[in-house]
């Protein structure tokens, strides 16, 4: 499960996703560690190319107590509440790196062992005048494997214009290995 991640101002790719929010006149959220049901800049497909928007982390329970902020991989297909915000908009929120926590409740960051941005793959919907994002996890890989159980789906980015706009691409990426090696 991703529970957190880290956006770092200092990162050249993401400074062009910031300056594009600010283009369109949106205010860019604060960055650094990133928890669920705050905004986050996020890559989505709008009008047939890959735009930038800020996104809030987290759809609202059914019951109306707390947040979903991931959702499985293997299931999302299926879900009622997930299929179709799968299948007709998905996004990629670019982050730094993520967090996950040992089952001794110790906290890992993972980051792209070459530097540079990682892109969660995720899908959202519009509620409450917002869009609202859910990341992915599938299956973990190592090193996060040898911590923790799930990892988000990582999206190359030179994958993320299919991943946008492709859903069988995305249905097919969903199972692929994880393509970006993680330290910690």
């Known amino acids: 499960m991703c529970g ?18 600010q ?9 650094g560690e990133m928890y669920p049901t705050e905004l986050a800049p996020a890559l989505a497909a709008r009008n047939g190319s890959v735009a930038a928007g800020l996104f809030r982390w987290g759809y609202e329970k059914l019951d109306g107590k707390g947040v979903l902020i991931n959702a499985r991989a293997e299931t999302v297909r299926e879900k009622p509440l997930f299929r179709r915000d799968f299948f007709e908009r998905r ?3 670019p982050a730094s790196g993520f967090f996950e926590w040992s089952p001794d409740k110790k906290k890992y960051y993972f980051r792209k062992q070459a530097g540079g941005l990682l892109y969660l793959g995720g899908f ?9 994002f859910i990341i992915l996890t599938k299956d973990a890989t190592p090193p996060v494997s040898q911590f923790h159980h799930r990892i988000p789906v990582l999206v190359e980015k030179d994958a993320l214009g299919d991943w946008l706009t492709d859903v069988s691409f995305a249905s097919d990426y969903l199972y692929r290995d994880n393509p970006v090696p993680l330290i910690y």
Not at 23 to 29: I, L, Q, T
Request: hydrophobic share 30%; aromatic share 6%.
């Open 23 to 31: 283009k369109e006149g949106r205010e860019p959220p604060e960055l």
């Open 91 to 93: 996004c990629a929120v």
């Open 124 to 132: 959202f919907k519009r509620s409450g005048g917002e869009e609202k």
């Open 4 to 21: 957190r991640f880290q956006v770092n101002i200092d990162e050249p790719e993401l400074l062009e996703i910031l300056n594009d929010l």
